[in-house]
């Protein structure tokens, strides 16, 4: 019985005519017809301002668009430089667009994305998202070229942010994965990344693709992927990060199940790689490695405070099979605690994440119900954490991300003995 | 002479053969080939299929810019043996149907030429405004210099007289002032000349240059076109046809001018799809012809573009932007000896590595796409370059005959030679030679007169229209030519790995593809895009009949 493939034949005659190339930019989409075509000049510019003499194709991966997102990526034609009598890159650029479900998996886009890099033998890679209102060439000039010219296999966005935003990869998603995996890359998660053709091929072997926490964030386990290889990974400073337009943004709850639950499911299947790991090193940078602005401010703080501790009564007894006994108890007691004189110390916090990673491992209850369970303690750091900061000049702010980072190592021992050990 | 079909439009079904007397065969043992030792060599060209012959300069003159530093424009350079002997060999090439096109650098002199003697000679001398004078050297600052490597003005201090002459070129070329009357006579009494005696047409070199105006480029002026058209004019009154060919190295919507209305020029190169070709093999994507070709104006139904690969001066790269040249300087001219100017001093060979089947592939396209080739004497053999010698000498060493004395250009002590002989063991004449590959049925000397064989044998490659298909495998390159009911596919895989391609070809459904070399059928075309595979650098061309 011949094996089906998940690559339709249409995809692969496709891939066929385009040949080897060098790069590959792989664009995935679900009714983006608005911003779509924004994205695909964006990155004809970066290939024929950078990448002038090299093989180069942008593939549109599309969950199933209903507003002619696909038919637009093909029939545009392509923008051109009149300065020298209309000619542009020396090759084609070339252009193909595959419909791999008919609804939206970033898992799925991605497999694709990574099997046309191995197929066509591509040497570096980047992903961009339509949805990025900012994206400009130089992104994506700059997460390829790390890999093109560097022999980077993973490089991650840095963006400049205010300081309010981005505080669930500042607090919990880089503190813990760089504890974790011992590598300092901030953005796990995000909407922009490269990577080299050598990553995708081995990406492609792992049987993962079809597991439930690949579908929306899929770009964390692509990086721990590459430094459980032992290749190398890599940051590009790109600059702000746009706010998602309305509606557009997962909420904190679905933000958490996708990325927090990618996270302990990607500590799951690494877990050889991670375990006799200590300390964590910085990985190379260009650019800045953070930048905070001044602006911004908090919203909310008080609605937040009350959903925490309305969260940590109503999740009594699931947090109490999650969490030790006495960290259990500590959470209550903050929650009990006066809402001005609130805080929820990193210690505790590192803590509380660490258990919950174990109880994931454990299957203690529902693996979903259990990351939803963090919801409300990530509102109670989080309403801490505005508290404290509100008048926190970015400097401060930053000293005291990193001294987030050191508790999340420091703890870390006990991360592995709760690991490796059913309570 | 024996009649073509359309006896005024002969030179859109030729297959022009460049060569320079002194380069191809010596006759008299002195080192320096000569029309005598042409005309032994015309059976060779009628052999190779050819059916015209592009001569350049053959004038008196001091050689300091290989010919085109004339002195004398109704003579032969004693070289090269006497205007009898230019005679001789017209009329033998006439009778074996190949018609001769001789080179008319109109725009300057030399500064040897008895014109310029008497210019300088005073201020006052009647022939002084036959060139562009000037008490300063700041007029037409807005002019570029062409030479770039070796003149910093174009502008040039006469002691003499001590004015400053302007010049396009060399400055021991003097530009001629197509301003007054008494040059354009002068110059067609020179064409009246050559015409008289039988020459078939001329190329007319530098074209663009010939007048000056302040505050312009100088290139291209209105009044440039105006001379054009009276030198037209008067060669279709006089001599019907004989034909004109432009060398303007311009862009094409530039270069279309010189057409005019069918009132120009005949033909004219054209100069940026040559580097296109060459960067298109490179890249392997057939991008950059498409796109220089989508550029190309349509032009009248009398006139013809003249394509090339490769010719005397070097593969220039004026018309290309300084990416491109950037490009083609690292992939074909890594050593810094092959460039010159703006260009690549080499071979198509060498160029080429020695591959046979990029030589192929080329030669293949040149003959397959719209316009007149031009085939540059050695190529047919893939003659070797030597960049060393200096200028462009490089590419102008003597014709390699045989694998005997001095390659069987002459009899001369090798010493002699005006140019030393390609000998290294690649290229060199005991490894390329017109004998050795005479012998063989295989050699590129055989394959390249099968195609131009089967080239004259359709005039859908002449005068046929284009019309590109668009496959989604860009390293293929496929088009099909029409002349009314013939057709014709060709299809070129530009890369140097096997390639499948899907053509639709729904135009042409139920017709049968013939492959034109084997005269194989191939499995009609249906309703399905026709699929073929072609190995690396493979072309096909298929005659498509309906039978």
């Known amino acids: 019985m011949a094996e089906e493939s998940f690559l339709a034949d249409d995809f692969l005659r496709q891939l066929m005519s385009v040949g080897e190339v060098d790069l590959l930019v792989g664009i995935p989409s679900h009714n983006h017809a608005s911003t779509l075509l924004q994205a695909l000049h964006c990155v004809e510019e970066t290939l024929r301002q950078n990448f002038v003499r090299e093989r180069a194709v942008i593939l549109n991966v599309d969950g199933g668009s209903t507003d002619d997102t696909r038919k637009l990526f093909i029939e545009s034609s392509e923008r051109r430089d009149v300065a020298h009598k209309g000619l542009t890159s020396l090759r084609t650029i070339h252009r193909i667009s595959v419909e791999y479900d008919r609804s939206p998996s970033q898992g799925l886009a991605l497999h694709h994305i990574v099997a046309a890099a191995d197929l066509l033998r591509a040497r570096a890679c980047a992903v961009v998202s339509p949805g990025t209102t900012n994206l400009t060439s ?154 905070l602005s001044s602006d911004g401010v908090p919203a909310s703080p008080e609605k937040i405070f009350d959903l925490f501790r309305s969260g940590v009564n109503e999740l009594e007894p699931i947090l109490a099979s999650i969490l030790a006994p006495e960290t259990h108890a500590q959470i209550k007691a903050i929650a009990l605690s006066d809402r001005l004189k609130f805080h929820f110390a990193a210690e505790l916090w590192v803590k509380t994440l660490y258990e919950f990673a174990a109880s994931y491992h454990h299957s203690v209850l529902n693996r979903d119900h259990l990351v939803q369970a963090l919801v409300p303690l990530y509102r109670g750091r989080l309403y801490s954490f505005l508290l404290e900061h509100a008048n926190s000049s970015p400097e401060v702010m930053e000293t005291r991300s990193e001294m987030v980072c050191q508790e999340f190592e420091r703890q870390k021992p006990y991360l592995v003995e709760r690991w490796t050990t059913k309570h | 002479m024996p009649q073509l079909l359309d006896e005024s439009l002969w030179y859109k079904d030729a297959v022009i053969y460049q060569l320079h007397v002194r380069t191809f065969c010596d006759s008299n043992g002195d080192g320096i080939g000569d029309f005598r030792g042409l005309t032994t060599k015309l059976d ?122 302007w010049h396009r070129f060399f400055g021991h070329q003097p530009d001629l002032n197509y301003d007054n009357p008494a040059v354009r006579q002068a110059m067609w009494e020179v064409m009246k000349f050559w015409l008289d005696i039988g020459v078939d047409g001329f190329r007319l070199d530098a074209v663009p240059y010939l007048i000056e105006r302040e505050g312009t480029s100088c290139e291209n002026l209105p009044e440039t076109h105006e001379i054009i058209r009276e030198f037209r004019q008067r060669i279709d009154l006089a001599y019907p046809g004989k034909m004109l060919l432009a060398e303007a190295n311009q862009w094409p919507a530039d270069v279309r001018a010189y057409f005019g209305n069918g009132d120009e020029f005949h033909m004219a190169f054209h100069f940026p799809l040559m580097p296109r070709m060459f960067m298109a093999v490179k890249l392997e994507d057939r991008k950059p012809i498409i796109e220089i070709l989508e550029q190309t104006p349509q032009i009248p139904p009398n006139c013809q573009w003249c394509i090339f690969l490769r010719n005397h001066d070097e593969l220039t790269l004026e018309m290309v932007t300084s990416v491109e040249r950037d490009y083609m300087y690292d992939e074909y001219a890594g050593d810094k000896a092959m460039r010159i100017n703006l260009g690549i001093r080499r071979r198509l060979a060498p160029m080429m590595e020695n591959d046979r089947r990029r030589v192929e592939l080329l030669t293949g396209l040149l003959l397959s796409m719209p316009g007149t080739p031009i085939i540059y004497y050695g190529d047919e053999i893939g003659m070797g370059d030597n960049v060393y010698l200096g200028d462009r000498n490089g590419v102008r060493t003597p014709m390699q005959w045989n694998g005997g004395w001095n390659a069987g250009f002459s009899t001369a002590d090798p010493e002699r030679l005006y140019s030393p002989l390609i000998s290294n063991p690649v290229y060199g004449y005991q490894a390329i030679n017109v004998d050795s590959q005479r012998r063989s049925a295989h050699s590129l000397l055989s394959w390249t007169k099968s195609v131009i064989q089967t080239r004259n044998a359709f005039r859908v490659f002449s005068r046929g229209s284009i019309e590109f298909l668009n496959p989604s495998n860009h390293r293929v390159l496929a088009y099909v030519r029409r002349l009314g009911e013939e057709k014709v596919l060709v299809v070129n895989n530009l890369s140097n790995s096997a390639q499948a391609v899907e053509l639709n070809l729904q135009m042409y459904k139920r017709h049968i593809p013939i492959e034109m070399f084997g005269r194989n059928l191939f499995p009609r075309i249906g309703d399905l895009p026709y699929l073929l595979t072609l190995g690396p650098y493979q072309f096909y061309w298929f005659r498509l009949r309906r039978i």
């Open chain 1, 138 to 291: 130089n992104w994506v000039a700059n997460l390829l070229r790390p890999v093109y010219r560097e022999g980077l296999d993973f490089v991650a966005p840095l963006y400049a942010r205010s300081r309010f935003q981005g505080l669930l990869a500042r607090d919990l998603l880089y503190p813990m994965s760089r504890a974790v995996f011992g590598q300092r890359i901030r953005e796990l998660y995000s909407d922009e990344w490269g990577f080299s053709g050598r990553l995708a091929t081995q990406c492609l072997e792992k049987e993962v693709w079809q597991e439930e926490a690949m579908r929306a964030r899929p770009e964390a386990w692509m990086a721990i992927t590459a430094i459980g290889g032992g290749l190398k990974c890599g940051q590009y400073f790109l600059g702000p990060k746009p706010a998602s337009p309305a509606g557009t943004s997962p909420d904190l709850v679905d933000a958490i199940r996708q990325t927090v639950g990618n996270l302990f499911w990607c500590m799951e299947i690494n877990e050889p790689q991670w375990l006799n790991r200590s300390s964590s090193q910085p990985v190379p940078t260009f650019g800045p490695d953070h930048e």
């Open chain 2, 44 to 165: 060779y060209l009628q052999e190779l299929g050819i059916n015209a012959i592009w001569l350049l300069p053959f004038y008196p003159s001091p050689l300091r810019d290989d010919g085109y530093d004339i002195a004398d424009y109704t003579s032969v350079h004693p070289s090269y043996g006497t205007l009898q002997d230019f005679k001789d060999f017209l009329t033998a090439a006439h009778n074996r149907r190949i018609r001769v096109i001789t080179e008319m650098v109109v725009n300057h002199t030399s500064d040897q030429h008895p014109w310029f003697q008497e210019a300088r000679s005073s201020r006052d001398n009647p022939k002084r405004d036959w060139y562009v004078w000037s008490d300063t050297d700041t007029r037409y600052q807005d002019v570029r210099i062409i030479f770039v490597d070796t003149e910093m003005s174009n502008w040039a201090w006469d002691p003499i007289s001590k004015a400053y002459y």
